[in-house]
């Protein structure tokens, strides 16, 4: 399938804002999707919305410069100091995130079989 392009996703995302019926049939075509390769709905959504913020770095790292590179690390890292601390462990971090990663693969090998992505 080739790359999305961003301004077929905003048209979309138009139409399900102003469409009942746009919406409900994108909510049936992912409980179907879901279905026929036995994952949840909600992890559909989760994957498709990992993938594209995924994308967003990937994109965003291939233009940047150095500079706004660093400086957008920088600003990460003001974030995280102005942020609530993780009451987890990093072992448990590092789970979570192991498992997250399997899903998401899990995910993308069998929406490949079926040629959605």
Avoid: C, Y
């Amino acid at each position: 399938m080739g790359r999305i392009m961003a301004s077929d996703v905003r048209a979309i995302e138009m139409m399900l804002e102003n469409d009942e019926n746009a919406r409900r049939s994108v909510s049936e075509w992912i409980v179907q999707l879901a279905r026929k390769i036995h994952e949840k709905p909600e992890d559909i959504v989760w994957f498709f919305e990992m993938r594209r913020r995924m994308r967003e770095v990937e994109e965003k790292a291939e233009r940047i410069s150095d500079e706004e590179l660093e400086r957008w690390e920088q600003e990460i890292e003001r974030e995280l100091e102005n942020s609530k601390p993780v009451k987890q462990s990093l072992e448990t971090l590092m789970k979570v995130g192991e498992r997250s990663f399997r899903k998401f693969k899990r995910i993308e090998v069998k929406l490949k079989e079926l040629g959605v992505v």
